[in-house]
């Protein structure tokens, strides 16, 4: 093989190769001349669309523009205007800066440079051809700037091959533009595709009013405002409350000085800022604009400037994750259950489609109904032929659980209620269960009276046959266990009864015109409850010990985090004993079985899991009260004072709500009386 010399590549070639990194589709086309517009000071920017981008792209503004001298070098390879010394690389306060946007993007196509400067008397417009000089003279603009790309890689046909669909492209230059618009709410934008215009923005908007264009309303009307400032750095925007969080990512959206990025630490910073308040899977609706002096952050990381590097990556987490804290944890009993009340509500509506008419028959008439718990046409709950109320879905039961883990009294028979056994459930019932539970009162075995007093010619509550012919059993599934009201401690809540054997439900408020009927998930809530005790006491209780220790092999990076986590494992229930490159396990905490408790002990040395924060949920979800499972009315009292008490008590460990609640307004809407 005979060795090739070392040249100099022709300029056609190396603008073809510097291309490849700029100019990927046309959204990055889209995105380098509307930057360019930008720092131009535009306050209208106007874009047209043809064949996704890739037949024409055309991007029009009223900036100061470009005198007629400087078109030439305008499209030559790092001639720029926002730079002029080494210094100013390391604080570019510019979204363009290379110079190498418009040649890149004149190399790949063909592309039309009109301009005006602002103290010029005429325009003028150049033509390039996949990088070379074909005409220029003088043109017809009132102002600003028009820059028409035409035939996008048409030289280059490996890369045409590489692009999507015309929509798939249109789709994403949309998407471009978005994110642009959203950082400069007081500019104007327009998007044409096809001829047909996708949106239209007047400048002057607020961030809310600019985010209404595009976001859904409810999902709008559930952000907040957050605004932290600290050591010269501030992080401000909009955030959504944990009980509107979504299953998907891509309302999560970060802005570095004005600058749409894509960065991991400011995601992670997110997600830690709600972790345990979302479900694994959801995501917050995050809008966040972080600003920093330029010298602290390094945007020149590649030539699509989407990518950031920080000076303290420290200060830049601690920040992010402190100002959307702001927004996670303070929503209000009232507002996270409203919120989960208008969720159920909206779902239900799109459920609806099709059903058919309901003649409002009497029990005995058969109705087409949707899914269970839907509602006919003319508003009214669907019974299923024969009139009955279906009742709730059966959950999973587990062990009983020991009432005095949050001041209730302890019970002597675990078996009283003849649980069946555990079913395995990541939050509602599993294999590990607790201690046992109180006697159930005669008083709420018998009735299936409504929950709360029944005042004179009270209707009774319909009930389905197996109810009607029970003879006082309220564990079963879909039982109503009812208490004469007692007031709890806080925030005006009376306690009214149990229903399947699942969810508290409580009064808040007085009066029969007035309050909210509010709904607690007794096996979230105790998870809480039993959280905050153990984080407190940092400990999950005694240790379970083992007839024959487990051993189990050490790499010595697994001895090192042993090393530094022996003590608190030690306090959740392990007992450890190192022999060399072993390591014996005789004693497991007292909720978990012992495969499941080495198999968690394995991957926090392997830090293949978040370590003891995943532990302490697991413990505090295998060690609370299951689903189906009856208490009695001291020890729903004594659960419901805990969970007030405690933090963040309006999600599970998991990040399940543990409470909903429905006022005046949400129940005349839920009844079709609004």
């Known amino acids: 093989m005979t060795r090739r010399t070392i040249t100099l590549l022709p300029e056609t070639l190396r603008n073809q190769i510097a291309a490849g990194e700029v100019v990927e589709r046309p959204s990055s086309v889209l995105k380098e001349l509307v930057e360019n517009s930008l720092d131009a000071g535009s306050t ?22 470009i005198p007629a001298e400087e078109l030439a070098l305008a499209v030559t390879r790092h001639a720029t205007s926002k730079l002029k010394t080494v210094g100013d690389l390391f604080a570019v306060n510019s979204f363009g800066f290379r110079g190498e946007a418009l040649p890149s993007i004149a190399s790949v196509s063909h592309l039309l440079l009109t301009s005006r400067a602002r103290e010029a008397a005429e325009a003028a417009r150049i033509e390039v051809e996949h990088g070379a000089l074909v005409a220029e003279g003088p043109a017809a603009l009132a102002s600003g700037t028009r820059v028409e790309m035409r035939r996008l890689f048409a030289s280059t046909p490996a890369r045409l091959k590489f692009l999507r669909t015309e929509a798939t492209e249109a789709k994403r230059c949309q998407e471009a533009l978005v994110r642009m618009a959203l950082a400069r709410p007081d500019v104007a934008f327009s998007l044409t595709n096809g001829g047909r215009e996708l949106f239209r923005l007047p400048g002057g908007q607020t961030l809310h009013e600019r985010l209404g264009n595009f976001w859904p309303p409810q999902v709008v009307e559930g952000l907040a405002e957050f605004a932290r400032e600290r050591e010269g750095m501030s992080a401000h925007g909009l955030a959504g409350r944990p009980s509107h969080a979504q299953n998907r990512a891509d309302r999560m959206l970060f802005y570095v000085n004005g600058r749409p990025v894509q960065d991991r630490l400011l995601m992670r910073a997110a997600r830690d800022a ?11 609706q995050v809008l966040l604009f972080l600003n920093l002096p330029p010298e602290e952050v390094d945007v020149n990381v590649h030539p699509s400037k989407m990518e950031v590097r920080f000076r303290d990556e ?20 009232a507002e996270s259950s409203a919120a989960y009340a208008r969720a159920a509500a909206h779902t239900g ?13 009497p029990s005995g008439g058969s109705v087409a109904c949707g899914a269970a718990g839907e509602f006919g046409s003319t508003g009214e709950p669907c019974r299923p032929s024969g009139g009955a109320w279906p009742a709730a879905p059966a959950r999973p039961e587990g062990y009983s659980f020991d009432s005095s883990a949050f001041g209730g009294p302890r019970s ?13 459930d990541s939050c509602g019932g599993n294999a590990f269960g607790g201690a046992a539970i109180g006697h159930t009162s005669a008083r709420l075995r018998a009735s299936n009276d409504f929950l709360s007093p029944a005042p004179a010619r009270e209707v009774p509550l319909p009930l389905a046959p197996a109810e009607a012919g029970a003879s006082g059993d309220d564990s079963r599934a879909g039982g109503i266990a009812a208490a004469a009201p007692r007031t709890l401690s806080r925030e005006g809540l009376e306690y009214l009864g149990q229903v399947a054997g699942t969810y508290l439900v409580l009064r808040q408020g007085g009066g029969s015109h007035a309050g909210r009927l509010v709904i607690v998930d007794q096996h979230a809530a105790h998870e809480r409850v ?6 407190r006491a940092r400990s999950a209780g005694d240790s379970q010990p083992l007839a024959v220790p487990l051993p189990l092999s050490l790499h010595p990076a697994e001895a090192l985090r042993l090393a530094e986590l022996e003590g608190e494992l030690r306090e959740v229930g392990f007992v450890l004993a190192q022999e060399g490159d072993r ?4 004693g497991v905490p007292p909720s978990l079985a012992a495969g499941k408790a080495v198999q968690y002990l394995r991957e926090i040395l392997d830090e293949q899991s978040d370590g003891l924060t995943s532990l302490w949920t697991l413990l505090s979800c295998k060690s609370a009260i299951k689903a189906g499972q009856a208490l009695a009315v001291d020890e729903a009292l004594a659960l419901l004072e805990a969970w007030l008490a405690a933090p963040e008590r309006e999600n599970c460990p998991h990040g399940r709500p543990v409470v909903v609640s429905f006022g005046e307004g949400d129940l005349e809407r839920l009844f079709k009386r609004k």
């Open 44 to 65: 209208r920017i106007d874009v047209a669309l043809e064949g996704g981008g890739v037949a024409r792209l055309m991007v029009a503004d009223d900036g100061d523009g």
């Open 274 to 284: 709600y972790k345990g308040r979302l479900l694994s899977g959801e995501y917050p």
């Open 314 to 333: 420290g200060a830049v987490f601690s920040l992010v994750r402190w100002a959307l804290e702001s927004v996670a944890a303070s929503e209000s009993l």
């Open 349 to 361: 509506e799109a459920g609806r489609t099709g059903l058919a008419q309901h003649d409002g028959a």
């Open 412 to 424: 002597a028979d675990p078996n009283r209620h003849g649980a069946p056994a555990p079913s395995e």
């Open 530 to 535: 039993i959280l905050e005790n153990m984080r």
């Open 583 to 586: 390591l014996l396990v005789s």
